[in-house]
């Protein structure tokens, strides 16, 4: 069956980095759009950042835009989010996702078939 899978998760201070790792099995990870999403306590599902299917197409949120990097290495079916210059609002649980769909719409989260659990990512001041 499908599963991706999160980690590279934790508490962090302000200012660090950190690096979230996704790595897909059960489909044709080559195939597929992915992107990262996250959700902070009592707010919605935001998304944070996307990528094609070959990794030359990135997106990304204006709240990260210059701190996070997204990547993909076909080779391992692992998506990644290098996040850095980490602030307390980043403080979610992030999931990353899959989507056969490509267009316009990378950053709504109905376009991705597929979802992870999520790792918590937490920015202490």
């Known amino acids: 069956q499908v599963q991706l899978l999160e980690s590279g998760g934790g508490p962090v201070q302000a200012g660090d980095s950190l690096r979230l790792s996704c790595a897909a099995s059960?489909?044709?990870?080559?195939?597929?759009?992915m992107a990262w999403f996250r959700r902070a306590p009592g707010k919605e599902l935001e998304f944070v950042a996307a990528?094609?299917?070959?990794?030359?197409?990135?997106h990304y949120a204006g709240s990260v835009k210059g701190r996070f990097t997204i990547s993909r290495d076909n080779a391992k079916n692992t998506v990644y989010l290098q996040m850095a210059g980490l602030k307390p609002e980043d403080t979610a649980v992030y999931s990353c996702?899959?989507?056969?769909?490509?267009?316009?719409?990378?950053?709504?989260?109905?376009?991705?078939?597929?979802w992870g659990q999520g790792t918590q990512v937490t920015i202490s001041s």
């Open positions: 990528i094609s299917e070959s990794g030359d197409i990135t």
């Open positions: 059960g489909i044709t990870f080559a195939l597929y759009g």
């Open positions: 996702g899959a989507t056969l769909s490509t267009g316009s719409y990378y950053d709504r989260s109905s376009m991705y078939t597929y």
